[in-house]
Each structure stands twice: as structure tokens, then as C-alpha cells.
């Protein structure tokens, strides 16, 4: 008996259906069952194609990371201090920010590198967020105290100091840190920056 050969391959016809169809000689078509199927792929390969969706490549690249957030860069200490006054550490502040840093308590201390001797001219430059209050603060080295305004606008004070021991630290005093409208830490004076030059 004549083998059949198999169906045109572009039509989708599978070649497994053929082979079954030849497994049995003394049967001259395939079973009803696959026949069926057979006939359905013949016909959705004919009208649709045979083409088969290929799966999205998966790529082993890494993904670049989100950029961070870019923060002012803290003030350094040394930007704090000028003159005699160079400044060895803060206490009674908050972490300094680009601009300076608020009192976090009272008093607040600045400690100095060097001792301060006899008269000093000291410039003194801060300021205080506006409540509609004017706020006074002291500011001492050693035994010698002087009192200034705070304003909303930051401004340099110009004061003299006549001291009659070496001092070694200025003390900020008489402002109690307060609640601010916009920000939920309780905040004093904003300390900027203090020179000192010898008489």
C-alpha cells in the first residue's frame, strides 16, 4: 500500500498527525477524534498563520539607581569663628545647617580654640525667626556680658569686651528656644558666625 505523504508543512499541519495516520495500514484515514482536530489546525493555520508570539527578553542589565537627594552641605566650625575666635566645638545647637545653626538650649556654648585675653572687639552676627516679637540675647566670655536685639534679618553687633581673666568659650543666653510656625523644633537664636580681634 501507497504510504501517504505528509501534508504541506505551511499550512501548520503537524507532521505527529501523519505518522499516526500511518501506524495502522489497514486504515485508510485517521480517527474521527484527531481527524478533527487536524482538520481545525489545517484551518487556523491557514487563516490566522502559524506564527507564535515570542516572550519578552529579559535583560540581566542593572537598573540604575534613583539619584539621592542633594542636601546643603553643613557649615564647618571653622566658618563659625574668625579672628582669635576659631572655634573648637558647639554645645546647646542644633546640627549646623548651610547658613549656621539654632540654639537648641539655654545657654548655648561656644568653645574656643584659644584662650581670649584682655580687650577684644567681638562681632557677633545672627538672628531670630519673626514672631512680632523683638527677643534679647546676652552674650558672655568669661565675666564680661553684653546684651543685643535679635531681629528677623540677620545683622553683625559689634561689641567690646574687656576681660580681666583669659576666657576660652562664649556663652549665649536669656533666649529660651520657642516653637516655630513651620518647623517642629523649638528654636532660639540663630548663630551665624562670631570674630574676635584683639585690642
Not at 52 to 74: D, F, H, M, T, Y
Not at 129 to 136: A, I, V
Request: charged share 20%.
Amino acid at each position: 500500500m501507497a504510504t501517504r505523504r505528509p501534508p504541506n508543512e505551511e499550512l501548520g499541519f503537524s507532521l505527529e498527525f501523519w505518522k499516526l495516520g500511518n501506524m495502522h495500514p489497514g486504515r485508510r484515514c485517521l480517527p474521527t477524534r484527531l481527524k478533527a482536530k487536524a482538520a481545525i489546525l489545517v484551518l487556523s493555520s491557514f487563516l490566522f498563520g502559524c506564527s507564535r508570539e515570542e516572550p519578552p527578553v529579559q535583560s540581566n542589565a542593572p537598573s540604575s539607581a534613583p539619584s539621592a537627594p542633594v542636601l546643603p552641605a553643613g557649615k564647618p566650625l571653622s566658618a563659625f569663628g574668625g579672628g582669635a575666635c576659631e572655634v573648637a566645638s558647639m554645645s546647646g545647637f542644633y546640627p549646623a545647617e548651610n547658613w549656621g545653626s539654632w540654639t537648641e538650649k539655654d545657654p548655648a556654648e561656644i568653645l574656643l580654640k584659644s584662650e581670649l585675653k584682655g580687650s577684644v572687639n567681638v562681632k557677633f552676627t545672627g538672628y531670630t525667626f519673626d514672631d512680632g516679637t523683638p527677643h534679647k540675647l546676652t552674650i558672655s566670655i568669661g565675666n564680661t556680658s553684653k546684651t543685643i536685639t535679635l531681629t528677623s534679618e540677620p545683622k553683625a553687633y559689634d561689641l567690646s569686651y574687656s576681660l580681666s581673666a583669659p576666657a576660652k568659650s562664649v556663652i549665649l543666653t536669656g533666649f529660651p528656644p520657642r516653637a516655630h510656625p513651620t518647623d517642629k523644633r523649638l528654636m532660639g537664636a540663630g548663630f551665624i558666625s562670631v570674630e574676635c580681634t584683639p585690642k
